[in-house]
């Protein structure tokens, strides 16, 4: 019985890897004008990635956790 299903999984694994195209054929396969809605998608999303990378890394400066006050000499 496992050696059945396990050939059924097999089988059902073959059949979606020869039928289902790659992220790179779908985007060949589109149209002009799909395109570029996806270029300029993709460009908005790193841009974000990018402005939310220079916040995060803004923020994890261990001299801003240090209160104003901590560096004034008396």
């Given at each position: 019985m496992t050696l059945l299903g396990g050939g059924l999984m097999g089988m059902?694994?073959?059949?979606?890897?020869?039928t289902v195209p790659s992220p790179e054929q779908t985007y060949a396969a589109m149209a002009p004008d799909l395109r570029r809605k996806v270029d300029a998608n993709r460009a908005a999303r790193l841009s974000q990635e990018h402005t939310m990378k220079r916040q995060i890394n803004a923020q994890s400066?261990?001299?801003?956790?240090k209160p104003i006050w901590a560096n004034r000499q008396n």
């Open positions: 059902g694994y073959l059949l979606m890897r020869a400066d261990p001299d801003a956790e």
